[in-house]
């Protein structure tokens, strides 16, 4: 069993209220198309809604594998989305999982682009791996963060 896993909402309401963010730069605000996924909630922003654009490096230290890149949050507190179920902003056709071990490192030969159909079993198989403490989901074309899967 797995579970997907938004960002720590302690960590986006702090972005939320203005504080910085991976790269010490205050969010910009920007408005939706409706097609921007909010990795706290895990749905799309609406469109229309006000949205934050920031870096956000989802790892706990800098460290040669902590990846830094964009991210859209919902700019008003949202709920925390996460659980069993495929999230509402995995909507793409396939996405790049990647199991990484306890030392936040990336478990090599556990990366692979996988059918969003498939998402739930290639990340359930990488987390059977002893070395593999949970899994990223990133954008197939632009490698952006998406959400954290962990086991169930």
């Avoid at 939320?16 to 799309?44: F, M, T, W, Y």
């Avoid at 490096?57 to 040669?64: G, H, I, N, S, V």
Wanted: net charge negative.
């Amino acid at each position: 069993m797995i579970r997907y896993v938004p960002l720590p909402t302690e960590a986006v309401r702090a972005v939320q209220a203005g504080g910085p963010d991976a790269n010490g730069q205050v969010p910009e605000r920007r408005i939706s198309d409706g097609g921007n996924p909010c990795r706290h909630c895990l749905k799309v922003i609406p469109e229309g809604a006000e949205m934050l654009v920031l870096a956000w490096r989802p790892f706990p230290a800098l460290q040669p594998y902590a990846e830094c890149g964009p991210i859209f949050l919902c700019a008003d507190p949202c709920e925390a989305g996460g659980g069993e179920d495929l999230p509402e902003i995995l909507a793409s056709p396939d996405y790049i999982v990647r199991g990484y071990g306890a030392d936040d490192r990336i478990v090599y030969g556990t990366g692979a682009v996988v059918p969003t159909a498939q998402l739930g079993e290639e990340a359930a198989l990488r987390l059977e791996d002893a070395r593999v403490a949970y899994v990223h989901v990133r954008s197939a074309r632009n490698n952006c963060y998406q959400l954290r899967i962990d086991r169930g």
